[in-house]
């Protein structure tokens, strides 16, 4: 008959497995950090081509007319997108390295997966809408669309996530009511939570 | 009560078992080389005690081609999963008598 404190590591490691074998845990909080600074950076970017001068708080009543300030913000859209998803993906190999562990395991495919169904379908959503000049839900539909990837792809990742893609959510629908404050809302979402998120993530898990 | 000592499953007594146990009740389906990755054992000791579960119908086997190369799969059976539970319980229980 085995010791009871064999019992206690049978029990252990069925949690760990289960966890390890089905969660993807080493995603870099620095990389959500960095996300935010870029996001803040292309928010103020964007501030600087249809808004300046006016202060980033006020009502925008102008709307988008030249397809060129069109095309311009979604290339700012896309660098952002680009640094961010980059950044995320050295920065997270760079840990996985350290912990010995791998960066494409069937739990971070898993991840990933379930992550961009939502998100592609958002992002076509959003380019269309802005193609047949809705313009006024395109901040508010990346947000929510954003968010309920969060939170399908949570299952697979820290709990953190899902909290981030109910803030995203939230922050969403009430962006949806004013719809002139777009990119605040924005710039809160992309830049805002993903630092303080990111702040949390190096708080508990970076090391 | 029962002597929760009797209820504890002696097929899944044995460590590695009960890991590769526990990473198929979590998952639907996991290749082989990915579960050698993460038990980190060798592929005979992975092999012998899979063989072991597929006797005991806990798990069923499914082969087939990846890109031209063969690529094998393993799935919990209900029973499996049954059986895992039962013998969780009886871990907690056994824990929780000794205390």
């Known amino acids: ?207 | 009560m029962k002597n929760p000592f009797e209820q504890l499953d002696k097929v899944l007594e044995h460590r590695v078992r009960l890991q590769i146990m526990s990473v198929l009740a979590a998952n639907d389906g996991f290749e082989f080389n990915a579960l050698k990755e993460l038990l980190n054992v060798t592929d005979g000791n992975l092999a012998s005690n899979i063989k072991a579960l597929e006797k005991e119908k806990y798990l069923v086997v499914s082969k087939s081609f990846v890109d031209r190369k063969p690529n094998t799969k393993y799935k919990i059976t209900d029973r499996g999963r049954t059986a895992f539970k039962k013998h969780i319980d009886a871990l907690e229980g056994v824990i929780k008598q000794q205390k």
């Open chain 1, 1 to 207: 008959m085995k010791d009871v404190s064999e019992y206690e590591k049978d029990l252990a490691s069925i949690r760990s497995m289960m966890d390890r074998s089905a969660k993807f845990i080493s995603l870099s909080g620095l990389s959500g950090i960095l996300a935010g600074v870029y996001a803040l950076g292309g928010a103020t970017a964007a501030y600087f081509l249809i808004q300046y001068p006016r202060s980033p708080f006020s009502y925008r009543t102008q709307t988008i007319s030249e397809p060129v300030t069109l095309i311009q913000l979604i290339l700012i859209a896309c660098v952002v997108l680009g640094a961010s998803v980059s950044t995320g993906l050295w920065l997270t190999q760079r840990k996985t390295l350290k912990e010995n562990t791998k960066l494409w395991t069937p739990a971070s495919k898993l991840l990933m997966q379930k992550i961009a169904i939502p998100l592609a379908t958002g992002g076509l959503f959003v380019l269309i809408m802005l193609y047949t000049g809705h313009f006024g839900l395109a901040a508010p539909a990346c947000l929510i669309f954003y968010g309920l990837a969060l939170i399908h792809g949570s299952s697979n990742t820290l709990d953190e996530i899902r909290y981030l893609g109910f803030s995203e959510i939230i922050l969403g629908l009430i962006c949806s009511l004013y719809p002139g404050y777009g990119l605040v809302f924005w710039a809160v979402g992309f830049g805002v939570l993903h630092i303080i998120y990111g702040a949390i993530l190096y708080n508990k898990y970076d090391s």
